[in-house]
Nanobody, 126 residues
Framework: QVQVVESGGGLVQAGESLRLSCTTS????????MGWFRQAPGKEREGVSG????????TYADSVQGRFTISRDNAKNTLYLQMNSLKPEDTDMYYC???????????????????WGQGTQVTVTS
């Protein structure tokens, strides 16, 4: 059974940093492209960042480019999202997602991911 579990969210002030982690089990982590998404109540889920199965390729939403860094440790089955210079508009529930792939293709479309965690809340105050 595949499990995806996020952690690391919290309440911070604008300008501060957080690092989210996502651990997986029940899958061969290195065979999966991974992504971070966020969603506020009543809004569509938004792609934040994605990383290819090897970690060689990454992509970011324009709103977080230069502030967030995605990385992965395939030996630890763990995905990370380092979030710096946080803004109040970054407040959301953050989700980790996975899809098996045999290429280095990455995408920020939620429809292109199969396994999802329950989310971790990030709240940024001004």
């Amino acid at each position: 059974q595949v499990q995806v579990v996020e952690s690391g969210g919290g309440l911070v002030q604008a300008g501060e940093s957080l690092r989210l982690s996502c651990t997986t089990s029940g899958l061969t982590f290195g065979d999966y492209r991974m992504g971070w998404f966020r969603q506020a109540p009543g809004k569509e889920r938004e792609g934040v960042s994605g990383i290819s199965r090897s970690g060689a390729r990454t992509t970011y939403a324009d709103s977080v480019q230069g502030r967030f860094t995605i990385s992965r440790d395939n030996a630890k089955n763990t995905l990370y999202l380092q979030m710096n210079s946080l803004k109040p508009e970054d407040t959301d529930m953050y989700y980790c997602a996975a899809r098996v792939t045999y290429t280095e293709y990455i995408t920020l479309s939620p429809a292109d991911y199969d396994y999802w965690g329950q989310g971790t809340q990030v709240t940024v105050t001004s």
